[in-house]
Each structure stands twice: as C-alpha cells, then as structure tokens.
C-alpha cells in the first residue's frame, strides 16, 4: 500500500472518557488496525467539545458514562459543530438505564452505540463502518426499536434538509428508500444523469460523502420517507 492509499483510508479518532486505562486499551487497539489514529483524549465532556473543535477529527467516540456535561448533552453539542464529525458511544452496560442512554444519545445525534464487551476487538472495523455511513448498534432486552427509527429530529440537520427543493426532497425520499438513481429518473421522469447531479449537491449541502450517508442523515432528520 502507497501512503496516499494509507492516507485514504486513515481515520482520526477523539476519545472522551473518565477511564485513562480504557483510553490506553483504546490506543493500542487503534495502533494495530493500521488505519486509524487517537487524535486526542478528553477526561470530561466539556473539554471535548472545545478539543473536538480545535483538532477536527474523523469521529468522536464518546464514553457512555462521561461527566462534565453529561453524556447527551455531549453527544449534542459535537454534532451541532460546524461541519462536526461523527459521534459513536462506547458503553459497557446493557442494562435497561443504558438503552434509555442509547435512546437519548441517538436523539441527540449519535451515529451508533456499541457495547465494549461484545466488539471492542472489532472496534476499529466498526468504527470505519461508522465512519461510512453504516450504523452500528447494541441491542438490549428492553429494547423494540432500531435506532434508525426513533422519531426524533436533528435540528441542525433538520436546517439543511430544510434548505432542499421539493424536488430534491422527493430524491432524498426515495433514495431512502432504497431506490436506485434509474428507479427514481423513472419515478420523477428525469434522466438518471439528472439524478446522480442532484445527489451530488445534495451531497455537497449536506456535508456527506455518499448515497449511505445521506439516507443516513434523512433518518436522524426526521425527514419522512414514506
């Protein structure tokens, strides 16, 4: 692999936890993907937030029993920054109080919630899945939903969504969908040509990266898709 092949695929990651030993755990295992590095450490919320805007990394994986703000304020105030990056919670408890904490952090724009006990080998996998669009989620006994469904809105995604054409909000609907650039030209009866350009601007308004995320930030939006 070339450096610029690396430099494609590496991943900055921000850790926010109490535990300075999950926090060395957590860099040895970044250190062994290859791919993805630390760009910093946070003991509490509210320096992360002011660390998380001065080093912009890729993601941001937040300690499910943080302090000093408090784990959704937290989770909130990182996906409000301008151009923010992607929030992931890191929980070692799957009891009935941690899938209410999953149903908060998600609302307040978490991206996933994974639990240590069950993937922390895989983290650095799961992390770039995250960082793709993918959703990675724990599932609890008390739980009956999946995440993508929770009916709440982002209102900072919320905002952008709100400055699409009706058009382009048909597009993003039926993307969510499933549908693929030749079944919505047929839908809308415009060239698939048509299609991929107004994705692509989506896409730029956004601020994402591919079709998955955009589905993605429709669900956390709120944006219907029916």
Do not use: W
Request: aromatic share 4%; with cysteine; hydrophobic share 45%.
């Amino acid at each position: 692999m070339t450096m610029a092949d690396h430099s494609a695929l590496a991943l900055t990651v921000h850790l926010a936890s109490n535990d300075y030993l999950t926090g060395v755990a957590l860099e040895q295992l970044f250190g062994q993907s290859g791919f993805i590095e630390l760009s910093g450490f946070s003991r509490h919320g509210t320096e992360a937030v002011s660390s998380v805007r001065a080093e912009r990394p890729d993601i941001v994986l937040i300690d499910a029993s943080i302090t000093g703000g408090g784990l959704a304020e937290t989770t909130s105030a990182i996906s409000q920054l301008r151009d923010g990056p992607t929030v992931a919670i890191l929980s070692t408890d799957r009891s009935g109080d941690s899938s209410r904490a999953m149903d908060a952090a998600f609302a307040a724009g978490a991206s996933s919630y994974i639990v240590r006990d069950s993937s922390v080998e895989d983290i650095a996998a799961a992390l770039r899945l995250v960082h793709r669009g993918g959703l990675v989620n724990a599932v609890f006994p008390a739980c009956r939903h999946s995440p993508r469904l929770v009916n709440r809105s982002d209102a900072h995604l919320m905002k952008r969504f709100g400055t699409l054409s009706s058009r382009d909000q048909q597009i993003v609907g039926a993307l969510a969908n499933g549908c693929t650039n030749l079944q919505i030209s047929r839908q809308l009866n415009v060239s698939e040509a048509t299609i991929k350009a107004r994705l692509a601007q989506v896409m730029q308004l956004l601020g994402v990266d591919n079709r998955v995320q955009i589905a993605v930030a429709a669900v956390r939006a709120g944006v219907s898709t029916a």
